[in-house]
């Protein structure tokens, strides 16, 4: 659908009180906010990874504790909502996070706690570069060029981070990690060895290969770093998506 066809059938679907659209993610219908273009195509299409959300929401234990890095506008945390007892969503993008918040009440989710951080490997304010785009659509990072690669039109802005390993004294620990973070996989990693050794979550974590060498890591690196931890650590590239699922051995 061209742009300006796209805009006016957004308008007509506001004008008449049908300002989002419903996706079946992980046996269950979610509603997405759809004021804009961009929400609408990603509330649409999911970015084609259903199969990975079911698939990560499968091994929430029921009661459990998810934790979503890179939440975006809660395509996983709003499914994983309905399993786990808690989710926290961690989104530092302002547009992603509105829409999440947004998207919670639309799908009437009380469980979702969204922290407006970034996680990385220390604790601190950081810049933090935000590509134009509209909600879920944008490529924000911690370093610049991952941005002006592939999002467009960086913008800085100052921005919290965290470490997973700092949130243990406050947050329960998780049963199963997503992460999701434009090429920041290493640092949120290095910044959870406490947590991967002491309390052995499951990972699903998706990765940005040429982002990633902006950040000095590969995959490789990655899945050392896992191992050494004592995790299995499986490959999944279909459909043109990289992703690790990583369990620890023995569970």
């Known amino acids: 659908m061209r742009p ?5 059938f957004l308008a007509s679907r506001r004008a008449v009180g049908h300002g989002h659209v419903t996706l079946d993610l992980a046996g269950g219908p979610v509603r997405f906010r759809a004021t804009t273009p ?15 959300i079911e698939r990560a929401v499968a091994d929430i234990p029921p009661g459990g504790v998810f934790y979503d890095v890179g939440a975006n506008i809660g395509l996983y945390a709003i499914p994983a909502s309905r399993r786990a007892s808690r989710v926290i969503a961690f989104e530092p993008a302002p547009a992603n996070a509105d829409a999440l918040a ?6 009437k989710r009380t469980n979702i706690e969204l922290r407006r951080v970034a996680v990385g490997e ?5 810049a933090f ?7 879920g659509t944008q490529v924000n990072s911690l370093v610049q060029g991952v941005v002006s690669t592939y999002g467009r039109d960086p913008a800085r802005i100052d921005i919290h981070v965290v470490t997973l390993d700092g949130l243990l004294a406050d947050l329960p620990p998780p049963d199963v990690v997503k992460i999701d973070v434009e090429g920041a996989e290493g640092p949120v990693l290095r910044g959870a060895q406490t947590l991967l050794r002491r309390h052995a979550p499951i990972l699903h974590v998706e990765l940005h290969p040429g982002a990633m060498e902006q950040f000095g890591d590969s995959e490789a690196a990655i899945r050392e770093m896992l191992e050494s ?5 499986e490959r999944d590239a279909r459909g043109g998506t990289y992703k690790l699922l990583a369990r620890p051995r023995g569970r």
């Open 4 to 8: 300006w066809l796209l805009r006016a």
């Open 38 to 52: 961009d929400e609408y195509v990603v509330g649409r299409s999911g970015y084609g990874e259903q199969r990975f």
């Open 102 to 107: 947004a998207n919670a009440v639309l799908n």
């Open 122 to 126: 220390t604790e601190g304010t950081m």
């Open 129 to 135: 570069f935000v590509s134009s785009g509209g909600a």
């Open 229 to 233: 931890a004592d995790y299995a650590v």
